[in-house]
């Protein structure tokens, strides 16, 4: 049903579309702002399994117990006692 999907004027086709959408002076700054996007991408990706290989596999023993929280050093804000002017005097 899909033998030989992709055909080279598939392609031609969707080269005329880029142009149409892009215009020919955007096409190659598209293309390089594309190439370093990648490129960044490709970097990271490798960095992120670098530190994950360098890393060894946290063990229960090893993991720090949870220490309570600080209280925290401003104090909370309070409401003024006595500010409404009674009425009944």
């Known amino acids: 049903m899909l033998r030989n999907a992709l055909e080279p004027w598939h392609l031609l086709v969707v080269v ?3 142009v149409v959408l892009f ?3 955007k096409l190659p ?3 390089r702002a594309l190439g370093k ?3 960044i991408l490709k970097s990271e990706t490798k960095a ?3 530190e994950a290989a360098e890393a060894p596999a946290p ?3 090893a993991a720090p117990a949870a220490t309570p929280a600080a209280p ?3 104090p909370a804000p309070h409401v003024a006692q006595g500010s409404t002017v009674d009425s009944a005097r």
């Open 29 to 31: 700054d598209t293309a």
């Open 23 to 25: 215009g020919s002076k």
């Open 37 to 39: 996007s990648m490129r």
């Open 72 to 74: 925290s050093a401003t």
């Open 48 to 50: 992120m399994k670098g």
């Open 16 to 18: 005329l579309v880029m």
């Open 59 to 61: 063990t229960s023993a």
